[in-house]
């Protein structure tokens, strides 16, 4: 499949539309915004703490007078680059697994499965909270911790698409021929999972949003004064009942990335002809 | 008829349902801020003390009067030789312990002298190390010798972790809390739910509450969460929570020159902090009358210049220190950073507006090339963690007077010397302050203490704040005054 006529199969489902134009939208925003700022994002002023939405400032200002127009703009970027890049991490070390495990089988699958298992029984954020605590905050940090943590699911998924072909005679084929793994792995196996992998991959962006605006709720995730929508939330729920918009403004544009790349998957899946159901996490 | 008969047991049974309430218990319902995280301790000299109780079931020799000066409590007088040496206490008589045995003077001679067992480790050492010992002249009268004179003993002695346990009790305090107080123990879970009952042979009088119920909040929002929901009876706010409450019948607010601050330490032990011409740029490059304003609005406090002495101490300094970006700029390329340093500084959600300084400072000495970047960290244990541990932090403190607040934070060695300042020549300045009987005399060399500070301590202190809190529409008793002001024995909840 050409990946105009996916593309095309994707914007022609509705919600395949609204998801992709979210996501675009976001993605411009999050390059472009420094262009086009009212306000500088860090000032504070103590003339405009707590403003209600107006002219001048339409989202209102949070407990430091600062604009949260603008810090609403700016306050996705290190969500999305992280999110990005850690899913790329944990795509390429779980895919490598999943697809390893499900070639050989035996005693060496059971035993790695197992092992999958009891890291996957702990909950995620916490074996996250527990390294950026060891290894501290920011990008750096955050990608690999994630990347490392999220990629659990993808073994199950790579491994569970792999299975349909392992015993197929063009793999058999192969290793008559004598051919490395490795080749067979990338030649036989990982064209025909590329799908899966794809639909599983855009699944796991949002799940990584929601986990780093988490986290930097927590307070362990990007560090002041990086606008960010998770820190927003996090400082303006005390003012919640008499300034609304603080946490107001980052939520919607938190939840509509979010709603967005969702969306976007989904569509995504059938246009693929992807059994959406494997892409949900073992949660 | 036998369908009023109903009717009346309806209207009785109604009636009952209603009287009830009123005469049940009356419990008042305070949050614990869970300050380290479980390890809470009952013993008053604790560093771990568990602070909200510990001011309700112990008392102290003397407390604050309505000035701020010491007035009586279990000490009913005091006088002192020509040379302020010796100090003569008259204890009130008919005191009971919570366990029914009488309070005597040989109990204040204990308790005083835990101070300085080095087991104990007690912060309050640095402070009243200067106790020689404490003599028991008669059950109702002790008499204090001290190492060196010092004029202003009665208010070191209002230090509210000097608080009266029986002879002996030391080893068993935590585990067996028995004080004097206004309100007993009846179960404790510093990280779940704690009540206090009413002590009934309190000997100013039985206390009007029957319980008092506190319940582990960790997070400052939450606290205020729960107050707006009702679940709570008394609890400290910031000025930007007033207008939740205000205008609400359901709640009194309250405000009233208090002297807590928010203030940022770096270690004089630890590199670059080291070098005091580093530390003073690091103080001189905030604008505390806007960091005021930020914080706390324009009337929220009084700016100083890195004083920790509460405004109502007369030993307070009032020196004069604007921002002074290029002056920052300069020491710092003097310390050998022509291009500005990079510091990180630890704060935490803990304490009300800690998280908030920190980003109000990393901006506002930005220009000077200081370049901050802010470490959350978890609230839970970040005074046991962070606090003391990294090269540099956020802190929170209650006022106090001067004597006690130089002494404790600043001192070489004292316990919550969290700079790690070190200058025998502030040592010597504060023992000649204390031994000095003139007053006007000691207060210039209290003064001298904080300009020393101002000079190459390494805590910035930009403003003390007002207090704050909000109290349910049923509690009387409470004025707006701080904490330690409160009688406890008067407070009552009524419909």
């Known amino acids: 499949m050409s990946g105009t006529y996916v593309l095309r199969a994707v914007l022609s489902q509705p919600s395949g539309a609204i998801g992709v134009t979210l996501v675009v939208g976001h993605v411009m925003l999050a390059v472009l915004s420094q262009l086009v700022l009212p306000h500088d994002p860090i000032a504070q002023s103590a003339e405009l703490i707590l403003q209600a939405p107006s002219l001048s400032h339409p989202f209102g200002t949070d407990r430091l007078g600062r604009d949260i127009l603008s810090r609403a703009m700016l306050g996705g970027r290190e969500a999305m680059m992280i999110a990005t890049l850690a899913t790329l991490v944990a795509m390429i070390w779980g895919t490598a697994v999943g697809l390893f495990l499900a070639l050989i089988g035996g005693r060496t699958d059971t035993y790695g499965m197992r092992i999958v298992d009891a890291l996957s029984s702990i909950p995620g954020i916490l074996i996250v909270m527990i390294f950026v605590a060891a290894l501290g905050v920011g990008a750096t940090a955050l990608i690999p911790i994630l990347g490392c943590s999220y990629g659990l699911s993808v073994v199950y998924i790579a491994r569970a698409a792999a299975l349909d072909f392992v015993a197929r005679d063009f793999v058999l084929a192969a290793q008559a021929r004598g051919e490395a793994r490795a080749t067979i792995l990338i030649r036989e196996i990982l064209p025909n999972v590329r799908d899966t992998l794809a639909v599983q991959g855009a699944m796991q962006v949002s799940w990584l949003l929601l986990g780093i605006a988490s986290l930097s709720f927590l307070g362990l995730g990007v560090a002041p004064p990086t606008p960010d929508w998770g820190l927003m939330i996090a400082d303006g729920r005390g003012v919640m009942p008499t300034a609304p918009w603080v946490v107001l403004w980052p939520m919607a544009m938190l939840s509509s990335l979010i709603v967005g790349v969702n969306l976007a998957a989904d569509a995504f899946a059938k246009a693929l002809g992807v059994d959406r159901q494997m892409g949900v996490r073992a949660a | 008829m036998g369908l009023s008969r109903h009717v009346l047991g309806l209207a009785a049974a109604l009636a009952v349902g209603f009287v009830s309430p009123a005469s049940a218990e009356k419990v008042f319902r305070q949050a614990n801020d869970l300050s380290f995280g479980g390890a809470e301790s009952l013993d008053p000299l604790s560093s771990n003390r568990f602070i909200e109780v510990v001011a309700l079931i112990y008392s102290r020799l003397m407390r604050e009067g309505e000035n701020g000066e010491a007035s009586p409590e279990l000490a009913t007088s005091w006088t002192a030789n020509a040379d302020a040496t010796e100090w003569t206490l008259t204890l009130q008589p008919g005191v009971k312990f919570h366990d029914g045995s009488d309070f005597d003077a040989a109990d204040v001679a204990y308790s005083l002298s835990r101070i300085e067992d080095p087991a104990l480790e007690s912060p309050v050492a640095s402070v009243l190390g200067i106790i020689d010992r404490v003599e028991v002249v008669d059950p109702m009268t002790v008499k204090i010798i001290l190492e060196a004179p010092h004029a202003g003993l009665p208010l070191l002695l209002l230090d509210y972790r000097v608080r009266m346990i029986p002879e002996g009790s030391g080893p068993t305090i935590n585990e067996n809390p028995v004080g004097t107080g206004p309100f007993k123990v009846e179960a404790v879970d510093a990280e779940g739910t704690t009540t206090l009952v009413a002590n009934e042979g309190y000997w100013e009088g039985r206390p009007k509450l029957d319980k008092i119920q506190f319940t582990a909040i960790p997070d400052a929002e939450a606290r205020n969460q729960a107050m707006l929901a009702g679940q709570l009876?008394?609890?400290?706010?910031?000025?930007?929570?007033?207008?939740?409450?205000?205008?609400?019948?359901?709640?009194?607010?309250?405000?009233?020159?208090?002297?807590?601050?928010?203030?940022?330490?770096?270690?004089?032990?630890?590199?670059?902090?080291?070098?005091?011409?580093?530390?003073?740029?690091?103080?001189?490059?905030?604008?505390?009358?806007?960091?005021?304003?930020?914080?706390?609005?324009?009337?929220?406090?009084?700016?100083?210049?890195?004083?920790?002495?509460?405004?109502?101490?007369?030993?307070?300094?009032?020196?004069?220190?604007?921002?002074?970006?290029?002056?920052?700029?300069?020491?710092?390329?003097?310390?050998?950073?022509?291009?500005?340093?990079?510091?990180?500084?630890?704060?935490?959600?803990?304490?009300?507006?800690?998280?908030?300084?920190?980003?109000?400072?990393?901006?506002?000495?930005?220009?000077?090339?200081?370049?901050?970047?802010?470490?959350?960290?978890?609230?839970?244990?970040?005074?046991?963690?962070?606090?003391?541990?990294?090269?540099?932090?956020?802190?929170?403190?209650?006022?106090?007077?001067?004597?006690?607040?130089?002494?404790?934070?600043?001192?070489?060695?004292?316990?919550?010397?969290?700079?790690?300042?070190?200058?025998?020549?502030?040592?010597?300045?504060?023992?000649?302050?204390?031994?000095?009987?003139?007053?006007?005399?000691?207060?210039?060399?209290?003064?001298?203490?904080?300009?020393?500070?101002?000079?190459?301590?390494?805590?910035?202190?930009?403003?003390?704040?007002?207090?704050?809190?909000?109290?349910?529409?049923?509690?009387?008793?409470?004025?707006?005054?701080?904490?330690?002001?409160?009688?406890?024995?008067?407070?009552?909840?009524?419909?």
Not at chain 2, 349 to 375: C, H, K, L, T
Not at chain 2, 409 to 432: Q, V, W
Not at chain 2, 454 to 459: E, L, P, R, Y
């Open chain 2, 233 to 495: 009876d008394y609890n400290l706010m910031t000025a930007e929570q007033a207008p939740l409450f205000a205008d609400n019948p359901a709640f009194q607010v309250q405000s009233f020159p208090g002297g807590q601050w928010v203030g940022a330490v770096f270690r004089a032990n630890a590199e670059p902090f080291t070098d005091p011409r580093v530390r003073r740029a690091l103080r001189i490059a905030v604008d505390r009358n806007a960091m005021l304003t930020l914080l706390e609005g324009p009337d929220g406090g009084a700016v100083g210049c890195d004083t920790p002495v509460k405004l109502s101490d007369p030993n307070r300094a009032n020196l004069e220190c604007p921002q002074d970006i290029e002056g920052a700029k300069a020491l710092l390329a003097e310390a050998g950073y022509p291009d500005g340093i990079d510091i990180e500084l630890f704060t935490s959600d803990v304490s009300p507006g800690m998280v908030r300084f920190a980003e109000v400072y990393q901006a506002q000495v930005a220009p000077a090339g200081i370049r901050v970047n802010v470490n959350l960290a978890p609230s839970d244990g970040y005074w046991d963690d962070v606090w003391l541990k990294e090269p540099a932090f956020v802190t929170a403190w209650d006022g106090r007077p001067a004597d006690q607040f130089l002494n404790e934070i600043f001192r070489t060695g004292a316990g919550n010397n969290e700079s790690f300042y070190s200058d025998p020549a502030f040592d010597a300045l504060l023992d000649k302050a204390r031994s000095t009987v003139d007053v006007e005399a000691a207060r210039a060399l209290y003064v001298q203490a904080q300009q020393m500070q101002f000079d190459d301590g390494g805590t910035s202190i930009p403003f003390l704040k007002n207090g704050r809190r909000v109290l349910s529409g049923k509690v009387t008793g409470i004025l707006p005054k701080p904490e330690e002001f409160i009688r406890w024995h008067m407070v009552d909840l009524t419909e």
